[in-house]
């Protein structure tokens, strides 16, 4: 006869062969029901269009299986393309993701050499399967329940941002779900066990596809003083990207500073024009450019982004210094997202998608009242939805709503929250000292009644 111990150390294994089967059927029911549908490279009226994810797939395509290894050079981008599409081709997109793109891409190129679609469907079916088991995660301790619950849940699935993300394959999907994933990792185990200092520093991996999401996950370690996990996770980002740069070549990071001047520059090279929608983008820089002129507004923008990185850096060291409790974590945490979010030189509109996890940061263990909720659902939904309110609101306003929105989500991420939803503080998920000695002293008592 199985003993209870026996049985319950089978249950982790029994868990996770659930969960590779809930992933798979995942894959195939968002491939059947979605992901063919899905145009990543077409052509139309002679011209060549690529969605974000499949220019990126198809570059790391030929990184791996046809021997390219200049990614950022222009020149080399348009000879893929041309080859691709069998004419040349005068518009691409910059790649402005780290080198360790190509690693988080390697599987789905192979996938790739079979079928764009599939590789998509691969793609983007395991983002939003993971973003659905970290929201189903998560809900267990943000305190909301049934309408207020789901009515959360329809403003984010059903914006915009969500929506934009979904279509061109975006990162923003994958990106939202690695950091909750990171906090709730955080949140069930505050000795830094070696199993979780591994999973945080394949979150931040994954992350460092593109720069700002490496400095937000780094930040939020930093935040709740995860030093071993912080270390780990810079660890092997460099070590991974020492390896990619064996086959790069030594030219890669200046290639690479070259190709970033078109996010943050004065001006973008004509090859890059069509693929970056500044339209789209309700960050301070573009939202202003028209009131200020392009000029100021990307010299306020740069001042502003490095004026909020020492005022959050300062608080940092103010809460190390006096040993501040998990309160102003969580609020450093939410308060680096809102930051990112609202100054960064580039962010596109379906990357306020990581507004969510702002959310999550500020609400976890608290109990909202029916105006609190009405206020969180209202403000994320003129976040999420911002460029569809452009023809009806101005975008100065939409920034300034955004930022409003975010603020406000810092004090209350500093509030007391219920003590079982605090990292350390046992209870929640049961990963913490206490809410483990509880249930060793369950068992015990189960065993000698057996």
Known sequence: MTSPLAARRATPARKRALLVAAWLASLVVFQLSFGHSVRQIYVEDGDLHLGDFACYQQVAREFWFEGHPRVYRLEDQLRVLARMYGAPVEQTMPIGAWPTFLFVLLPFSAIGIASAELAYGAWMGSA???LGWM???VRMVMLLRGPALFLLLVVVLASDAFLRAVLLGQTSVGACALILWLYDRIRVDPTERPVHVRAAALALLLLSFKPPYLV???AILLSFRRWRSLAASLALVGVVTAALSLRLGVVWLSDYLVMMGNFSGATVIPEYRSAIATATMNVFRYSFQDMLGSHVARIASLAFLCASGLA?????????RHRTDERYSHALACAVLVIMLSLAPYSGAYEDLL?????????AGLRLPLAGVLALTG???LVLD????????PRELLWTVKVAFGVSLIPLAARERSPTMVPGRGGGDGGSRGGGAQRQQTLSRR???C
């Open 128 to 130: 939003l399967f993971m």
């Open 135 to 137: 929201l189903a995660r």
């Open 216 to 218: 937000i996950a780094a």
């Open 312 to 320: 959050w850096l300062g608080t940092f060291l103010f809460s190390l």
């Open 355 to 363: 507004m969510v996890p702002a959310v999550v940061f500020a609400t």
């Open 379 to 381: 403000g994320l939904f």
């Open 386 to 393: 911002s460029v569809i309110l452009q023809s009806a609101i």
């Open 447 to 449: 065993m000698q009644c």
